[in-house]
């Protein structure tokens, strides 16, 4: 399974969604589905402007995690 880390990213930071979207031109909903690992299909323009906005890798946001761990 993978998950999303934007979250974490953004609170270590201090940034605001609002700040996100207007900057990276992102929808607020998409990035609150982002924010909140309710993403059901990554898409590429999207990881795209969060990596260039936040300047991170894909893997710095997305995290591969076995789902034996989750339960």
Same mark, same amino acid.
């Given at each position: 399974?993978?998950?999303?880390? =934007?979250?974490?990213?953004? #609170?270590? /930071?201090?940034?605001?969604?609002?700040?996100?979207? /207007?900057?990276? #031109?992102? #929808?607020?909903?998409?990035?609150? /589905?982002?924010?909140?690992?309710?993403? $059901?299909?990554?898409?590429?323009?999207? =990881? $795209? /402007? =969060?990596?260039?906005?936040?300047?991170?890798?894909?893997?710095?946001? =997305?995290?591969?995690?076995?789902? #034996?761990?989750?339960?």
């Amino acid at each position: 399974m993978i998950t999303c880390k =934007l979250s974490a990213i953004l #609170g270590e /930071r201090r940034i605001k969604i609002a700040d996100v979207a /207007r900057d990276a #031109g992102i #929808g607020r909903a998409t990035l609150d /589905r982002w924010y909140h690992d309710k993403v $059901s299909s990554y898409d590429r323009d999207v =990881l $795209s /402007r =969060l990596c260039d906005y936040l300047q991170v890798t894909p893997a710095d946001l =997305l995290k591969v995690v076995e789902q #034996g761990k989750l339960f």
